[in-house]
């Protein structure tokens, strides 16, 4: 084979070389077309003019980033239309201030405290009283004038006189509480036995008759300030101003500063028990 023939073989064998390499060159470069394409629809950015060539988007100066609505300008390229921004929500309105409290009132000075009233002894001594008063106005008091009174002086217990008050008149009449006795000339009246308070007031009926005891003298002798009495005063109550004038022995009735009375008693044995 001659060398023409040889330079002519290589020379085909180039161009078909060459064919080939660009053949797979545009089959390459179409198929990187389609796969950018594929890409940038699936980023949903549309399909973009890459430019002339890598080398010149190498060289140009990097883009600036697009601001929001506005236009990216990249190296041989325009960017899409951005999109118009939101529009800002407008901002809540402020709330109002409280009022402010108004201030509070300064505090009135304390009344000064009230004397207090006497002592609690004298409180139900005034209560006692009242009662007494609503008691009493309740009661038909016997009196002198429609009874008849006695002084006895019995022989037991020793030292002791015997009151008896019969009701002569033509209705009830009550003893309440006790006698207040004066011997001869006495300035004050015996203090009564207060274990002797009956259970209620003596009622007398026309004909019927209370009884009270009164303790002259102490049975021992050890009394003081003894005197002999010949008259009694009889009184029914602290508050009658009438009294009864009983008869007492002749000879008298001693007395000394032990005296005692009793409340008046439904029985006689009752008013001589004590």
């Known amino acids: ?36 394409t594929m890409t940038a629809c699936g980023n949903a950015e549309g399909t973009r003019d890459e430019g002339a060539s890598s080398d010149a988007s190498a060289s140009s100066p990097a883009s600036s980033p697009a601001k929001s609505g506005g236009t990216s300008t990249g190296a041989g ?16 309105t ?20 009230t004397g207090t009233s006497g002592s609690n002894s004298d409180a139900e001594a005034d209560a006692d009283s009242d009662s007494d008063a609503d008691f009493d106005s309740a009661l038909a008091p016997c009196s002198p004038a429609t009874t008849r ?8 217990p020793l030292n002791h006189v015997l009151l008896t008050v019969t009701n002569t008149g033509s209705g009830n009449c009550d003893l309440a509480y006790y006698p207040a006795v004066r ?8 203090p009564v036995i207060e274990d002797s308070q009956p259970q ?3 009622t007398l009926a026309p004909g019927e008759s ?23 005063k009889v009184f029914f109550n602290s508050a009658a101003t009438s009294p009864a004038r ?25 008013a001589l028990s004590w």
Do not use: C
């Not at 040889?6 to 060459?18: E, V």
């Not at 390229?77 to 809540?92: I, N, V, Y």
């Open 1 to 36: 084979m001659s060398a023409r023939t040889i330079r002519a073989a290589r020379t085909a064998r180039t161009a078909r070389t060459a064919r080939t390499a660009r053949t797979h060159l545009l089959a390459a470069a179409a198929l990187t077309v389609a796969t950018l």
């Open 77 to 92: 390229q325009a960017s899409d239309k951005g999109t118009t921004g939101s529009t800002g929500t407008t901002g809540a």
């Open 94 to 113: 402020g709330t109002t201030g409280t009022t402010g409290t108004t201030g509070s009132t300064g505090s009135t000075g304390t009344t000064g405290s």
């Open 149 to 156: 009174t006695t002084a006895t002086v019995v022989s037991r």
């Open 183 to 190: 011997f001869g000339e006495a300035q004050s009246v015996p």
């Open 200 to 202: 209620a007031v003596v």
């Open 210 to 232: 209370g009884y009270a005891g009164v303790l002259v003298s102490a049975a021992d002798g050890s009394g003081s300030n003894g005197y002999t009495a010949r008259t009694l």
């Open 246 to 270: 009983p008869s007492l022995p002749a000879k008298g009735v001693y007395v000394d500063d032990s005296i005692r009375v009793t409340y008046w008693q439904q029985e006689m044995a009752d």
